[in-house]
């Protein structure tokens, strides 16, 4: 496997359900991504873990809960959720430096349906 | 608030020139991406732009004027496959990575 790599590609759940997304980077990179993109709205970012550690939550709701066992894997933990969170589920790494953010790497995305 | 405009759709025809353009207000400016996302798959790396001017590669070029917050994507000699989403990111003050909400290309023979 070369790249990032998601599973699975397509996800249906009804609002009790419980599920989980995975991440997997192969780039030996040090920061890790989940974003939300919606049609016609801007990507929505929702966590960042950098070395492992999470930098950044964006007041994303608690039905939503990541984590990072390390460098390379990313899961998304869902559970109770509601209609309007279907939507691609996309996973990104980069390199983080002194400089910044470098560009990001994407994975395939997760299309999830709650119904 | 921090902003970043694009045209939601373009229309161009194959073997011509397109111009897709990005304005942004935001907390400072540390860079600006841009990507390429064929639908329903990942959103791929075109190019990045810290200083004003022209960054040519192949096909595709990016311009950046900071003073006047603007980009834009060149896309030259379009081909079918260039039919795509394009989005613009603006990395801010923070290191933090705004995104656009991306053109739709639409090439027609």
């Known amino acids: 496997e070369t790249g990032v790599t998601q599973t699975p590609r397509h996800l249906v759940m009804g609002m009790t359900n419980k599920k989980s997304l995975k991440c997997e980077q192969h780039l030996g990179h040090n920061a890790m991504y989940w974003y939300k993109q919606s049609a016609k709205k801007p990507l929505e970012l929702m966590f960042v873990?950098?070395?492992?550690?999470?930098?950044e939550n964006n007041s994303v709701p608690s039905r939503f809960s990541p984590e990072c066992p390390n460098s390379s894997h990313l899961f998304l933990h869902l559970h109770t959720l509601q209609p309007e969170d279907s939507a691609l589920y996309l996973c990104a790494s980069s390199q983080e430096g002194l400089a910044g953010p470098y560009e990001q790497y994407f994975g395939p995305g997760t299309r999830l349906t709650v119904t | 608030g921090q902003n970043i405009d694009q045209p939601t759709e373009m229309t161009a025809t194959e073997g011509a020139i397109v111009q897709i353009n990005c304005t942004y207000q935001t907390s400072g400016f540390n860079g600006l991406f841009w990507y390429q996302q064929h639908a329903g798959e990942a959103p791929t790396f075109l190019s990045y732009n810290v200083l004003d001017g022209l960054e040519e590669k192949g096909r595709f070029s990016s311009f950046l004027s900071r003073s006047k917050g603007y980009s834009y994507l060149l896309l030259k000699e379009l081909q079918m496959k260039d039919s795509a989403s394009y989005l613009c990111a603006v990395i801010d003050s923070n290191y933090q990575l705004i995104w656009g909400a991306g053109t739709k290309l639409i090439i027609k023979p």
């Open positions: 873990y950098n070395f492992k550690e999470q930098t």
